[in-house]
């Protein structure tokens, strides 16, 4: 049986960033610190935490996504979002995905 996961996401009204919805109530840059809403109560929590802030000019296109652990990393399971907690797929240079290089064999 697999347990429903979900986090909140949308584009920051100011800059257009995306954003997740944190533990901490704020919008965080990074989908590694979002709150994951384990059961439908939860999500439904969320669900209201993003039209708040949507009706408080924080944030727009507001979306409930599916995400899975995977080494205890979150993970969106459609392609669209990984790209948007990622960056560009064609520049890697470019984008949030710059920022984490792994390390090289000597």
Request: hydrophobic share 45%; net charge negative.
């Amino acid at each position: 049986m697999s347990v429903m996961m979900k986090v909140l996401t949308a584009n920051r009204l100011t800059d257009g960033i995306a954003v997740w919805l944190g533990a901490n109530g704020e919008w965080l840059e990074s989908i590694d610190t979002a709150l994951i809403a384990r059961h439908a109560e939860a999500a439904d929590a969320l669900d209201e935490a993003g039209k708040s802030a949507f009706n408080n000019n924080l944030v727009v296109d507001i979306d409930l996504i599916d995400v899975q652990e995977v080494d205890g990393e979150i993970y969106p399971i459609r392609l669209r979002e990984r790209i948007r907690a990622s960056g560009p797929t064609i520049r890697t240079d470019l984008g949030k995905q710059a920022e984490f290089r792994p390390a090289t064999a000597a």
